[in-house]
Nanobody
Framework: QVQLVESGGGLVQAGGSLRLSCAAS????????MAWFRQAPGKEREFVAA????????YYPDSVKGRFTISRDNAKNTVSLQMNSLKPEDTAIYYC???????????????????WGQGTQVTVSS
C-alpha cells in the first residue's frame, strides 16, 4: 500500500505562484510513476502533469505547459508541482497519484493510477 499526502495549496492572486508537494509512504516510491490531477467544481478530473519513476520523462497538457513543472526526489519520497503564472481557471482541488511502474514511462489517464491522495485546494483570484 502507498499513502499520499498533498500539501501547499492555498489562495493566490492571478499571476502568482504556488508549490504543491506530495509525500508518499512506503519503500517502493522510486519504482512508481507519479502524476498530478485536478478537479474543479462541476467538472471532470483533469490531468495536469506526470513524471516517470526515474524523473527522466515528464508530460504536461497544453493548458499548463510552460507554467507548471513536476519534479520528484526519490530519496525523500516526494513529488512536487511548481505552478507559476497562475490563472483563475487553475482553481481546483489538486490530487497526487501514483502507480507501480516497471518501465520508465509517463501515464496521462487517471485510470492508470492506483493510489490517490486526499487533495489540496488551490484557489486563484482574479
Amino acid at each position: 500500500q502507498v499513502q499520499l499526502v498533498e500539501s501547499g495549496g492555498g489562495l493566490v492572486q492571478a499571476g502568482g505562484s504556488l508549490r504543491l508537494s506530495c509525500a508518499a509512504s512506503g519503500r517502493t516510491f522510486s519504482s512508481k510513476a507519479m502524476a498530478w490531477f485536478r478537479q474543479a467544481p462541476g467538472k471532470e478530473r483533469e490531468f495536469v502533469a506526470a513524471i516517470s519513476w526515474s524523473g527522466g520523462s515528464t508530460y504536461y497538457p497544453d493548458s499548463v505547459k510552460g507554467r507548471f513543472t513536476i519534479s520528484r526526489d526519490n530519496a525523500k519520497n516526494t513529488v512536487s508541482l511548481q505552478m507559476n503564472s497562475l490563472k483563475p481557471e487553475d482553481t481546483a482541488i489538486y490530487y497526487c497519484a501514483a502507480r507501480n511502474s516497471a518501465d520508465d514511462f509517463v501515464y496521462k489517464t487517471q485510470y492508470s493510477y492506483s493510489y490517490w491522495g486526499q487533495g489540496t485546494q488551490v484557489t486563484v483570484s482574479s
